[in-house]
């Protein structure tokens, strides 16, 4: 089992940033992979964002590229999603979640979320 924990949501004006953060505790994110992703009002959850865990591979959902970065620490078992040139579309309860392959899908593990809120 692995136990996924977020945080750093909260309100923003549009252009600001924000950092989430995921820590991982149990069996951690072993040699798999760490995913991003979003659930808007009324909206099907989406991807985001995915890092594999040993080859730091990165994957981003297009309307993300050259805003969001994921990263990872690999001694905190944590990995963060920095956001940057935030958007009102953006806003959104953000999901953190482990799984073996991925990177857009085949997750059994997920963390509460956090919410996201980008004013305009």
């Known amino acids: 089992q692995v136990q996924l924990g977020e945080s750093g949501g909260g309100l923003v004006q549009a252009g600001g940033s924000l950092r989430l953060s995921c820590a991982a505790s149990?069996?951690?994110?072993?040699?798999?992979?760490a995913g991003w992703f979003r659930q808007a009002p009324g909206k099907e959850r989406e991807f985001v964002a995915a890092?594999?865990?040993?080859?730091?591979?990165?994957y981003y959902t297009d309307s993300v590229k050259g805003r969001f970065t994921i990263s990872k620490d690999n001694a905190k078992n944590t990995v963060y999603l920095q956001m940057n040139s935030l958007k009102p579309e953006d806003t959104a309860i953000y999901y953190c979640?482990?799984?073996?392959?991925?990177?857009?899908?085949?997750?059994?593990?997920w963390g509460q979320g956090t919410q996201v809120t980008v004013s305009s």
């Open positions: 890092i594999r865990w040993i080859s730091g591979s990165t």
């Open positions: 979640a482990a799984g073996a392959s991925g990177p857009k899908s085949d997750y059994p593990y």
């Open positions: 149990g069996r951690t994110f072993s040699n798999g992979v």
